[in-house]
């Protein structure tokens, strides 16, 4: 196992009861941490936390400030303060961008981006005073570049990209690091909930150059490594975590074996038949 040097410390996780918020709070626990598992399903918030060594469960709906400010509190007071927080919690409402409702535009700005701020920001809050912490966000491939079908989640992870990098030049003077996890398609209930099953297959994972989906486990041992001192010198970054989807375009174009023999001294890029 790796060690990340955060045993004893205190981290919260927004998003904590499913998917990559839920791999990374399980994570963060077997590496020692004690674990804030922050969400709006009570009973998925409290179930996590019931499976860990030292963890407790709070109910949020991450849009609200003054809720959010008062849960921080809370985990302060009953957990210690806190070294770090990573904020999964969001949601993804797709729709066509002629036909994409104000509400669906509305609510994944409101969770995605204003509930990132939110967190971030009562987070830090408590950090500053103490001259230490570190936050990391959840922005996405989308944080780079647009989706089909998904004008208000590609906002809101561009927006995220924003945030991130000015939070970390007002607070890293005073000691404070802020960065993000990009993923790509990671294996959750959301990403189950909103792609067909064949296009996972045929369309995400045939884009990876490693070849398959991401584990929440993927993305937990990167969102550890930048709350830990080994990122020490890191910060208003969006760490990609994506199998190498945002490395390049026109993966896989030519079928194997097409062009010269490799070893005819001809230039070419993988995938692609000489001369191209
Ligand atoms: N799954 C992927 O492929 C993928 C890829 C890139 C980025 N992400 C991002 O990772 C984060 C987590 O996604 P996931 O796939 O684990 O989804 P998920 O649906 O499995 O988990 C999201 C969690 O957030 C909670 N949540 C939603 N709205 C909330 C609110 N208003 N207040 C508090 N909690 C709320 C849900 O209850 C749920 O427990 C999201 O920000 C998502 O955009 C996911």
């Not at 996590?48 to 709906?61: E, G, H």
């Not at 990403?191 to 064949?198: E, G, K, S, Y």
Request: hydrophobic share 45%; proline share 6%; charged share 20%.
């Amino acid at each position: 196992m790796i060690d990340f040097g955060l045993a004893g410390t205190v981290v919260a996780v927004t998003g904590g009861g499913s998917g990559i918020g839920r791999s990374i709070a399980e994570f963060a626990g077997a590496h020692g941490v004690r674990v804030a598992v922050i969400d709006r399903d009570e009973s998925a918030a409290k179930s996590v936390a019931a499976d860990l060594p030292d963890a407790r469960a709070y109910t949020l709906d991450v849009r609200d400030p003054e809720e959010t400010d008062a849960v921080f509190t809370a985990v302060e007071r009953e957990l210690g303060p806190l070294h770090g927080a990573v904020t999964c919690a969001g949601v993804s409402l797709p729709g066509v961008a002629d036909r994409l409702s104000h509400e669906r535009w509305s609510t994944v700005l409101d969770v995605n981006l204003t509930g990132t701020f939110l967190s971030l920001q009562a987070a830090g809050r408590r950090m500053l005073p103490r001259g230490a912490g570190a936050l990391v966000a959840v922005g996405s491939v989308d944080s780079f570049g647009g989706h089909g079908e998904r004008a208000n989640y590609a906002a809101s992870k561009a927006g995220i990209a924003g945030v991130v990098r000015s939070m970390a030049i007002d607070w890293g003077p005073r000691g404070v690091r802020v960065n993000a996890i990009a993923p790509g398609a990671v294996d959750t209930p959301l990403l189950r909930r909103n792609i067909p099953a064949d296009v996972i297959r045929d369309t995400m994972v045939a884009r990876t150059p490693l070849g398959r989906l991401s584990t929440g486990a993927d993305q937990a041992a990167a969102a550890l490594f930048l709350l830990s001192d080994a990122a020490a010198y890191v910060t208003g970054v969006l760490l990609p975590v994506d199998g190498g989807t945002t490395a390049g375009y026109f993966t896989h174009i030519a079928p194997a074996g097409d062009g010269p023999a490799p070893d005819d001294g001809a230039a070419r890029s993988p995938g692609l038949p000489a001369g191209r």
